[in-house]
């Protein structure tokens, strides 16, 4: 079975795998953000796959930028939290 | 009587029903003067601590994550379980009670630590809600569930289809499962609103409202609504759907309704807070629940409560909680042409809407208040204690 295939048969969005390991390693408030390097070391998905990800996750709402001096951070908002607890639930 | 509860779900981190449960049995328990100590996780904006209508509520914070699922939930069981056992130093509780596997490992723990006697109430089951178990995940979280129930000293379910399912699958013993249905709070839906105007913020004057409230997952079966659509438009051309959550399957849904042409026709909100749900399920003109699976259905009774007629699946809970014809309609699972005929059954026919109205606020008030729960949850609380 396709890894992002749910057994209902419907796909798993792509970016939402990158939305629910953002929530479990904790990044969910503007202090916890991380830049998309450290996101990539935790995580272990390449820079270029959570580049192409977040623009909609942002778009849609579920991830926040926290904008610095040097570089733009990310973090969960409380709306992308709801989005992977539900499937959790 | 002190009550240590454990849930990974409590206002304001709503997802499903489990975080409304809690909060509806634990208020109800307050009220009869138990002290109750709720053990939950952080959620943006929350304090670390607060007293809610009595209840005393603890936000466990996170320190450590991981990107793997399992791993995070070991984890913030281990934070849940440094809280409560903090907690523990000062209040020694009578009964822990827990809500799902999710937080199994801690209240294990704090059962052995304490000696204190667990009461589980298993809201949903992983072979149900993933309609079997596909992978090492499920496999894993199955294994977690049965350990819950096998350490608890007795599990509590919210139908007799739950009890039938968590009975089978895990070789219990139907003793030591307790069925008491989830409950309501009426008054949450005896509000004062202005129909026409909630209704404008989602359909047209002349349409009407055929809602979904819930998570957008496979298990609440949405996708069947969707592809009723056409039908209901055949039959009721003025209907319009109104689908109110969120999950991992909006896109897929979104998509499925451009598939077949019936975009115009689905409006999906999004997450909606408590208030802005309860003006809607008051103003629209039917509630569809589609579920596949659906152990209780608390968002039955809701609808019920705000006075929408129900057109739900007979299925789990909802079969135990609707009586078909009288105080809602039944329909096949994962058939659309039946959930179009429900429907249409309520919308063309004024008259019968409003008598499955009536009947179902009579049926919600004699069975389903928190006042019957909660007694009959400390009922069991005391028979656990005298041994």
Known sequence: MDPHEHPSGFAVPEEFNLLCMLFNIGVIKPEKSLTTKEISERIRMEVSAIESFLPKLIQEGYIMVSKTDFTDKYYVTPEGIRKVLSIYS | MKILMLTWEFPPRIVGGVARHCFGLAQALAQRGHEIYVITLEFPGAPAYEDMDGVK?????????????????????????????????????????????????SAISLKQYLNTPLILTVHSTEVGRAQGLHGPDSFTIDGFEWWATYEARRVIVTSEAMKNEVAGHFNLSRDKIETIPNAVDFERFEVSVDRQMIRRKYIAPHEKMVLFTGRLTPQKGVEYLIQAVPLILKRNPEAKIVIVGEGWLRDGLQNLAR?????????????????DLEEIMVSSDVLVVPSIYEPFGIVALEGMAAGAPVVASRTGGLAEVIEHGQTGILVYPRDPESIAWGVSQVLSNQNYAQQLVKNSKDKLRKNFGWNAVAEKTIKLYEEVLKG
């Not at chain 2, 791993?71 to 809500?99: G, Q, S, Y």
Request: charged share 20%; aromatic share 14%.
């Open chain 2, 57 to 105: 509520v603890y936000r466990a914070a996170i320190e450590l994550g991981h990107p793997n699922f399992l791993t995070w939930v070991l984890l913030f069981n281990h934070f849940m379980e440094k809280l409560a056992a903090r907690l523990c130093h000062k209040v020694k509780p009578d009964v822990i009670h827990a809500h799902d596997w999710l937080v199994s490992p």
């Open chain 2, 259 to 275: 598939s077949i042409r019936c975009q115009d026709k689905v409006f999906f909100t999004g997450f909606l807070s408590e208030r």
